[in-house]
Each structure stands twice: as C-alpha cells, then as structure tokens.
C-alpha cells in the first residue's frame, strides 16, 4: 500500500501547486477568476488528500506485501487472491432504473421518478442478494 500512497501524495502536492496557480492565471480576467474550476481543482485536492491519508495510515499498519518488500519474490504472492464476481446483471438493471429516475427528474414526472424507485430498489436486492441463491450461492 506505500506504493499506492505515494502516487496519491505526488498527485495532492501537484494539485496543492496547480491550484492556486489557476486560481491567480485566471483572476486576470474580467469576471474575477474562474470559481468553477479552482472549486473543482480544490475539491480534487482534498480528495486526493483524503486519499493519502487512508492509504498511508494502512500501509503503516499492515503487514507488508510481497510487493512492497524489497526482498520480494514472485512466487510470494501466489495463491487465491480473493473473491472476484463473475458475471453479473444487476448493474445494468440498477444503471437502467437510475436512468428512469434521472429522466423522470428532467421532465417533471414524478410518477416516472416513483416507478424508477421502486424498479431500483429491486434491482439492488438482487444486486445485494445474488450470492445467496443460483448457481454462484455460498
């Protein structure tokens, strides 16, 4: 987890440098500045920062990987890595019922936002319950 925390710290200080730099490039027009992007830029290092913060309080706690040791060989990160899904419908489903409730939004129906809710939130027991029943259950 070093590894990964130190791309997030080199990417919060590039941000911490880049942001008041847009912030006084863009100052020297006639509106003031541009707030859209030195609030984006701000936002951006703070989580990037946030970021930083978790990975590096982990990778102080954990036992190093075999990747983050120096003396690492190959052949110590074999074995199972974990659980990795496969397939699975559910994301559409739940992508297609936000998409519902997003147009439903746009147009003012709100019986078109209800009926995308209550489509969501089926779509999400089956997302969340999937393992428990068919042919991938445990």
Do not use: N, Q
């Not at 880049?18 to 100052?27: D, I, N």
């Not at 990747?67 to 297609?96: N, Q, T, Y």
């Not at 439903?104 to 209800?114: C, D, E, P, R, V």
């Amino acid at each position: 987890m070093k590894a990964e925390a130190w791309i997030f710290i080199a990417c919060t200080i590039f941000l911490v440098l880049v942001t008041p730099t847009y912030w006084f490039v863009t100052s020297g027009s006639e509106h003031g500045g541009d707030w859209t992007g030195t609030s984006a830029l701000t936002m951006c290092t703070l989580l990037t920062a946030m970021c930083s913060v978790y990975l590096g309080f982990h990778a102080t706690r954990m036992d190093p990987r075999p990747e983050d040791r120096k003396d690492g060989e190959i052949a110590d990160g074999a074995g199972e890595l974990g659980f990795f899904p496969p397939f699975s419908w559910w994301p559409l489903w739940c992508a297609a019922c936000l998409g519902i409730i997003v147009f439903g939004t746009a147009m003012a129906a709100y019986w078109l936002m209800i009926i995308g809710g209550a489509l969501g939130f089926i779509a999400v027991a089956g997302w969340v319950f999937e393992y428990y029943r068919g042919e991938f259950s445990h």
